[in-house]
Every structure is written in C-alpha cells, then in structure tokens.
C-alpha cells in the first residue's frame, strides 16, 4: 500500500470524525508539511477534505475517477488489479497495456483511462472515447495456452463481464457473438483481445474493454447505447458509479478466469448460451471476401459460433461479424 492509500484508508476509517495531522505522520511516516502537499494533490484528484488546525482532517467527498486508490479499495481480488495504472488521457489503453507486457508487465495488472484518442474496436474500427463519462480499460493476462485458444479467453470475458453489468444495473445484459454486450438490443459494451504469441505459445494477451456507463446514447454511434440511458428506462438515476463497476468487472474476470484455467472452458459454454443473443437468431455472417445469412445453432468449447446453412451444413465461424437478421 502507498502511502497516499494509507492516509486515505485511516480517513476513510476515521468517517466524520477528523484524524490528527500527527496520526497522519505516525502513520505514513512523513512530516506535517509532506502529508499536507498530499492532501493538496488529493483535493486536485476530486477529494473533499476538510481541514481544521486543532483537529486534523476529515474526508467529505469521494471523487469517482478510475484511479488506482478507489479501485483497489475492498477490491476483492487475488491477481487482476493487483497493479492499476491510471492515466487522464491516452491513444489506446490496449496499446499502452501491449508496450507495458512487452516490457514484462505481470499478469493481472490494468491500465484505466479517463479517455482515449485512438481507441481501438474490433475488425478495425475506431471505439468512441469521451472523457470522464465511460470505462476504459485492458488487462494483461498470461496463460499457459496455444494461440488457437484464445477465443475460450473472449468467451469468459463476455461472460464475466455481462455478469458484472447484469449485478451492477440490474438489467438484463445479453452476449452477441463473440463478445458485444447488449441491453434491449443495444451494444452498451465492447471487448478487444489483442495477444503476443509464438507459433505454439501465448507470450500475453491483452484483454481491452470498453463499456458506455454514463455517455449519452445521442451521442454514440448508430445502435450504441449506454447503463445510464437504458437504466433510466426503468427509473430515474443519477449517474452510475464507475468505479464500483470497474470493481465489479476486475472480481467478475478473476472469478472466471479461474473457472477457465481449473475446468475448462465447458465449464463456462452453459453460462455463455444463457446470456446469448445470438443463439436461435437468424444472422448474417461477415467474412473478409464473403457473407453469407444462416441459423446461428451453438457454440462450441473454443468458442466458435456454428450456424446451420440453409441447405442444412453445419460451418464454424471462428472469426469475423455477425449481425442479427431477425
Ligand atoms: C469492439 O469493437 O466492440 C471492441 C471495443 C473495445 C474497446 C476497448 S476500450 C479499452 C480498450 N482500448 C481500446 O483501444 N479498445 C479497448
């Protein structure tokens, strides 16, 4: 813990009653003035913090920013988030967490942006990045694991993360093949998996994630939506809390990531064909040179969506897009 966490943790502790400056240093280990500068740098972070000369300080407000001290708090994971690094602005957080695994990053740390110039979508595209509004972030992960593998690896991260959405809200997230989480059919939440990886080994994988939280729908690309937007369907909200999202989506990774690595990925194909939107629906499936409608039937343990032709064959579609005819 550093020592920011620490003054911030007996602040926290200490609720409405003020904490002596001089706790404060018992504490941390600094000087009256060093534990002001930190107060100071804490109240520019968003932080209210009362200050008294006779009694000390006090916490009054919380800012909800994707920064390493409100994530970690009670976060309650043992690998993923035990390292989060923050930024206010950067092209890609899958391109900053690629440089950072490169450079021997461990499994389990999180790169947060507050927004992203050149964020990075599926097939090419361009993922839409306000600042202060959404979540944006990418985890490095490092299984032992052939490259062939890694759709079991977007398969539990949809899975985990529309679980993560449906505790959080309430409302009932859907998975339309591979990995874009819906709600009443809108896509509220995107999923990039970029790897590193020799011809029989993966080096790491970076597992991108970018979820609309409190964005306005009018504001996002045709048939985008955001939690905020579609919980206010049902009730009147203030914003919604990304930081208590966030946490929810690094426990709700962990928990599967480990169902993955103990069982297998059978284990979580049943969780996966619940929560999909895709299963049943006719598609039109979108391949480089070709695109084809068909009955999307299952998916399989690899995560490959198998449709049924209309002349009755059974095809794999292992990558590529899907969009949903009816
Ligand atoms: C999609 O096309 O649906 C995938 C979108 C993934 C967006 C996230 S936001 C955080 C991470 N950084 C990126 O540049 N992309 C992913």
């Known amino acids: 813990m550093n020592l920011d966490d620490k003054i911030l943790d007996a602040l926290r502790d200490g609720g409405e009653i003020y904490t002596s400056g001089e706790d404060l240093c018992k504490l941390s280990g600094i000087s009256r003035t060093a534990i002001w500068k930190r107060i100071e740098k804490m109240r520019e972070e968003g932080y209210g913090i009362t200050a008294s000369p006779h009694l000390g300080y006090r916490l009054t407000a919380i800012p909800d920013a994707l920064i390493p001290c ?44 507050e927004s992203q110039v050149k964020g990075k979508g599926r097939l090419g595209r361009m993922w839409y990045s306000p600042s202060g509004c959404n979540i944006y972030m990418s985890c490095i992960l490092r299984p032992k694991m052939t490259p062939n593998e890694i759709p079991k690896i977007t398969l539990i991260a949809a899975v985990a993360v529309a ?24 896509k509220v939440c995107g999923i990039l998996t970029e790897m590193k990886a020799e011809q029989d080994r993966v080096d790491f994988i970076v597992l991108g994630i970018g979820v609309n939280v409190n964005s306005k729908s009018r504001d996002l690309p045709a048939g985008g939506s955001s939690l905020l937007d579609e919980s206010r369907k049902i009730c009147m909200c203030g914003d919604l809390s990304r930081v208590e999202l ?41 391949l480089p040179g070709r695109s084809f409608e068909a009955d999307a039937h299952n998916i399989d343990p690899d995560g490959a969506l198998v449709v049924r032709l209309d002349s009755g064959i059974l095809e794999k579609v292992l990558s590529g897009d899907v969009l949903m005819v009816r």
């Open 163 to 186: 679980k993560a959405i449906r505790d959080f809200t309430g409302l009932d997230a859907m998975i339309k093949w591979p990995n874009d989480i819906l709600i009443n059919g809108k």
């Open 246 to 286: 966030a946490k929810k989506l690094l426990e709700s990774l962990e928990e599967h990531y480990n169902i993955l690595k103990d069982k297998g990925s059978p284990a979580i194909i049943d969780e996966w064909k619940a929560l999909s939107a895709t299963l049943g629906s006719r598609v039109r499936v979108v």
């Open 70 to 113: 409100e994530i970690k708090w009670k976060l309650k994971t043992k690998i993923i988030g035990r390292e989060i690094i923050s930024y206010k602005k950067v092209d890609s957080t899958n391109t900053v967490a690629y440089e950072l695994a490169e450079k021997g990053l461990r499994e389990g740390a999180v790169i947060f942006t």
